[in-house]
């Protein structure tokens, strides 16, 4: 075996070191060890004050007594089935649209991720007037105009869910737009060309031709969706609070709630665990059905 030259490895992989070891240093710094904190974190009780004092399983024991938090976690699976495959069918349209390339599609390409870039609080803001659930609302005043009875949306354990799915969608539909705009120029062009001389119309073309090409579109999209839906926080805190009836307490509110609110920090790690697990599962069930190697042959 050859002695080591640390001068000549130095010479030659020193400028790698240089910017790989503060990566890793910020990687152990920020990232593993509060994974590693987090992960003691469930075996203890720790109210920020004082020092954290270990109760073994109790957490985890308790977590799966725990009507709330499999209510949340109920509420997190909803609003998901009413956000993910709605945003990707929307982003679709959308980019669809623009790849007709008609006049004015550029400025529409703008709009429609104009919300993308807006803060939420705003967006949130606007979402709760329009869906404001007394006469004032513009939803309502639409429905008074038209014959039909105000609703309480918001206020309404059975539709503020949704409502909040809604918001959702229309903050992110322009991202997903973007990545399946993206897919669509990937596509060799000779396909529709060769569909067009067989007589396919357009229809046919898209379900034969585009939607299969667009298989690796459609899994990444899956994949952040899912994510995105599984850490909503941010609208349930703006606009409900969680409520009505904790009809939109979703896994992540209700770890706020616990940790931040009520000081539980080990067993709103254990809940974080479990958020993390579940989305785990989920993109690997995804990973298997949606991401298969595409070829152009």
């Known amino acids: 075996m050859k002695n080591f030259n640390f001068k000549k ?41 004082g020092e954290p004092k270990f109760v073994g399983l109790k957490n985890w024991m308790q977590f799966f007594s725990d009507r709330l938090a499999w209510k949340a976690i109920w509420n997190t699976v909803l609003f998901s089935l009413y956000y993910i495959l709605p945003t990707m069918a929307l982003g679709l349209l959308l980019a669809l649209l623009i790849q007709t390339h008609k006049k004015g599609t550029g400025i529409f390409k703008g709009i429609y991720f104009l919300p993308v870039v807006t803060s939420f609080v705003v ?84 379900w034969k031709i585009t939607f299969p090409l667009l298989l690796p579109i459609h899994f990444y999209v899956a994949v952040i969706t899912t994510i995105g839906s599984f850490q909503i926080f941010d609208s349930a805190f703006l606009l409900t609070s969680g409520g009505p009836d904790y009809a939109t307490t979703t896994i992540v509110y209700y770890l706020y709630q616990e ?16 958020l993390f697990f579940i989305i785990l599962v989920i993109s690997i069930i995804q990973r298997k059905f949606l991401d298969n190697e595409l070829t152009y042959k």
């Open 123 to 206: 967006i949130s803001g606007i979402w709760a007037w329009i869906f404001k659930g007394t006469e004032q609302g513009f939803v309502n005043m639409f429905l008074t105009a038209v014959g039909l009875e105000p609703q309480l949306f918001l206020s309404d354990s059975r539709q503020a869910l949704m409502v909040l799915a809604g918001l959702s969608i229309f903050k992110v539909c322009g991202s997903t737009m973007i990545y399946y705009y993206a897919g669509l120029q990937s596509i060799p062009q000779e396909y529709y060309e060769a569909a067009k001389i067989d007589g396919a119309n357009s229809w046919k073309t898209f």
């Open 259 to 274: 940790g931040f609110a009520g000081l539980r920090l080990g067993y709103a790690s254990v809940l974080a665990y479990v």
């Open 9 to 49: 490895h130095w010479s030659r992989y020193g400028i790698i070191y240089l910017f790989l070891v503060p990566v890793l240093i910020h990687f152990c710094v920020f990232q593993l060890y509060p994974i590693l904190l987090s992960f003691y974190l469930t075996f203890t009780d720790w109210p920020v004050i």
